[in-house]
């Protein structure tokens, strides 16, 4: 994943996977990230939200807590009140204070929703019952890598068809006003819009994150082997 925009600035950051944006100034990026956004599917209310000056974006450093930035994104999005303070988490020192210190979860380790929820939130977070009723969760494979039924994928699909139907499953909550987290290339990730063959994410680290903010899915990887690849998802309805 790159940051979208010339050739030259995808050149210079092609051997990142994720781009903080740290070479722009504040007013530059917030300009990039809106035209971004305006050619991406995004829904209104989602745009509302990231252009709130409340809005908080997240940096968790080189703290591996990207299911607990990811799981404070879409708390912040659907407002959902948390045991933990989303506006403490704008740099690395702060994010390691809340996830590491104060509930000592997990630096490393998860790749699906419920093994960071039921291992490590619902163990170590007081009162995280109150952050999880108002959570949505859907998985798509079960252990061994079996599919999950589907109501837009018919039965007996192949691996193909079933990729396809998860992307579209998703890219449909967008549309209703669903923001959406995954765990996808050993990261967990917010989504919040789409393309016909792309996502667009809120990425949560890196130098002067909040001079950055967005990731796009590069165009390699087609929505197949994006759906193919999800286990499971969280979601919120954005409001």
């Known amino acids: 994943m790159i940051h979208p925009g010339s050739e030259k600035e995808n050149t210079k950051c092609v ?29 209104e209310n989602i745009k509302e939200k990231l252009n709130s000056k409340s809005f908080t974006w997240i940096n968790q450093g080189n703290i591996g807590g990207c299911s607990f930035a ?12 948390t045991p933990w303070d989303i506006s403490s988490l704008t740099n690395e020192r702060n994010f390691g204070k809340v996830y590491k210190k104060q509930y000592s979860c997990d630096d490393s ?29 859907q998985p798509f494979k079960s252990r061994g890598g079996v599919h999950i039924k589907l ?8 691996s193909e068809e079933y990729g396809v139907g998860v992307f579209n499953y998703i890219t449909t909550l967008l549309d209703q ?19 016909e063959n792309q996502l667009l994410f809120l ?18 990887f087609i929505p197949m082997m994006v759906g193919d690849a999800i286990k499971s998802c969280i979601y919120v309805k954005v409001n």
């Open 15 to 43: 051997d990142k996977q994720w781009y903080s944006g740290k070479d722009l100034s504040k007013k530059k990026a917030i300009s990039k990230r809106n035209k971004i956004i305006q050619t991406f599917n995004v829904h």
């Open 70 to 81: 990811c799981l404070s994104h879409l708390c912040q999005l659907g407002n959902i009140q």
């Open 109 to 137: 380790g998860y790749n699906d929703w419920y093994s960071v929820i039921s291992s490590d939130f619902c163990v170590k977070i007081e009162n995280f019952y109150s952050v999880l009723q108002y959570l949505n969760y």
């Open 151 to 158: 109501e837009t994928v018919e039965e007996g699909s192949s």
């Open 177 to 195: 006003g669903y923001a959406v987290g995954i765990p996808f290339l050993q990261h967990f990730i917010t989504i919040i819009g789409y393309t």
């Open 203 to 220: 990425g949560s680290f890196g130098p002067n994150y909040d001079y950055g903010g967005l990731h796009v899915l590069d165009k390699s």
